[in-house]
């Protein structure tokens, strides 16, 4: 097993290699050899959708073959007439009033993430839009769908290769591991990561420390108002939720109306042959396509309505175009409104347009934050409020969700990658197209004076005072100026210091013999706003002369003790002492009490 991860790490980095030479020579092509080679691997596509669907639902077991062929389609046909015309190198556009010359510029080499519900389709379009923009590009297969993506890709690579494209600017890996997959976005040469697949694979790409284009889930409401004709709604809904038995993200999960529509709603579902399941059918659902960490049980992704219901253990009729089940809620006691991926729509009836509202957020922020809603309306100031409330960045309104999300009935941007913008953890909110795969170089002539751009107010340097110069210390004078303190106060002056010392010391050395005389803190005390106290036991008795007797050195009474004062005594190994008055912090008293540093000193 080691061995064989070796060998797939090691053809992830040898063909990314491939790819950034092959980027060297096709990074030089122009517009026009870029399209014509572009039309070529849109005409090989259009020309194989019909067996690469085919050979997609062989060997995933995945969706339907009919609506695989639409999706390679979508691509192949709807996705290159769009893009055809667009400019992705050299000149895009001259902005002569202001100057501006933009330049497409190509990234380099891209990492297709492909995921297994939709293989085929998913490379022709990354493919498409990589080599639009100038890039090359090195795509990574589901391991459930090896087969069909390898010939997707060499199927394209050999019509761009036709059309003159250099050797290598489209390769697929053959051994997707995750290891594998993990060297490709890493490498030094990838440029850009498009992942589409689960969350774990989309959370890998943007922690890859490259530039990511990645898309989250997307748990879809869509509400149906009661100013739209009831049957026209349900049968689109039912369409969309039917297509490839709901492998597309933008498929409806959940449909909300108010209860004034139950019948009706019911009605139309009948008429457009879907099952609605009783109580306990919906427990038996439930429990086999949510799992407890409410993930989809993968055995159930994109399977038919009638073997999904075998599957729970109940039988529906083989026309059934998909399943029904009413919730009393959104949310984790209720998994069935999560997103299914599977053809199982939610129903829940509320009491009015507001409660809707509420109940297509919860559905949202339920697994689907930033991706897709729907709205069934015809009246235009409840369609713009469900626009502007909802926290999705596609808001279609009468449409099916995947046709309309993906660009088939709306004008969106056809794409198979939908941006869910910040709140769904993702770097952009569009529908990824050749457009985000390229960097605009602006080439900017000046137009106008910094004054012009910028008109500041008057400013004036502030002058600096000018610093007086140190002015020299004279002994004599300093003790004269002490001795006058002193006399005129009634007070003897200490004798005076010997005539050696220095400025600085004779004014301290005056002041700490007198106060010391008096039982007061000498001026050189090391803590200011203290007392420094000497206990009677220190004093000089009266009737013994102070010059036999010299007193013991003062003790200093802090004002103030906090705990780094006393983590510094325990340091140095010294005791602090307190007075009645000396205001100790709780976390120092408890310190100093457990090493014994305090000390209650007598005055």
Known sequence: MPEEQDQAVQEARSKVARAWAAFQKYRC?????????????????????????????????????KDKIAKNLLNADLLARTIR??????VLREIPEEKILEIGVPCGVIAAIVPCTNPTSTVIYKALISLKAGNTVVISPHPRAVRCTLETAQVLYQAARRAGAPEDVILCLERPTLEATQALMRHEHTAIILATGGHGMVRAAYSSGKPA?????????????????????????????????????????????????????????????????????????????????????????????????????????????????????????????????SPVLALRFVRNFAEALDTCEAVLRFGGL????????????????????????????????????????????????????????????????????????????????????????????KVAEPVAAPVALDRAAIAAVVEQYLRERGLVPPAAP??????????????????????????????????????????????????????????????????NDVRAAIQQGRKIYIGPKTIVTPAARDLGEQHGVLVMAQR
């Open 29 to 65: 092509f122009t517009q026009q050899q870029i399209d014509e080679i572009v039309e070529a691997m849109a005409e090989a596509g259009r020309a194989n959708a019909r067996r690469l669907a085919e050979m997609a639902v062989e060997e995933t077991g995945y969706g339907n073959v």
């Open 85 to 90: 015309g667009m400019k992705t190198v050299g």
């Open 213 to 341: 284009f990645g898309v989250g889930p997307g748990n879809v409401p869509v509400l149906l108002d009661t100013s739209y004709p009831v049957p026209e709604a349900v049968a689109g809904i039912v369409e969309g939720k039917a297509f490839d038995y709901g492998t597309v993200c933008s498929s409806e999960q959940t449909l909300v109306a108010e209860q004034s529509l139950r019948e009706p709603i019911l009605a139309a579902l009948r008429a457009q042959k879907a099952y609605l399941c009783s109580e306990a059918e919906k427990e038996a659902l439930a429990r086999v396509l949510v799992r407890p960490n409410f993930q989809i049980n993968p055995d159930c992704v994109g399977q038919a309505p009638t073997k999904l219901a075998r599957m729970a253990g109940f039988e529906v009729p083989p026309d059934t175009s998909i399943l029904v089940v009413e919730l009393a809620g959104v949310g984790k006691e209720h998994p069935l409104s999560v997103e299914k991926l």
């Open 370 to 461: 930033g991706h897709t809603c729907v709205i069934w309306s015809k009246d235009e100031e409840r369609i713009r409020e469900f626009g502007m409330r909802m926290p999705a960045f596609r808001v279609l309104v009468n449409t099916p969700g995947p046709h309309g999300s993906v660009g088939i009935t709306t004008k969106l941007m056809p794409s198979m990658t939908l941006g869910c913008g910040a709140i769904g953890g993702n770097s952009t909110s569009d529908n990824v197209g050749p457009q985000h795969l390229i960097n605009i170089k602006r080439v900017a002539w000046k137009v106008r004076e910094a004054a012009e751009a910028l008109p500041l107010p008057p400013y004036e340097e």
């Open 498 to 563: 010997a005539p050696s010392a220095s400025p600085a010391a004779v004014a301290a050395e005056i002041v700490d013999r007198f106060l010391a005389s008096r039982g007061k803190a000498p001026a050189s005390c090391p803590k200011e706003g203290g007392v420094c106290a000497v206990s009677p036991a220190q004093q000089p008795s009266p009737s013994t002369p102070a010059e036999t007797t010299p007193p013991a050195p003062p003790v200093f009474i802090a004002d103030f003790v906090c705990e």
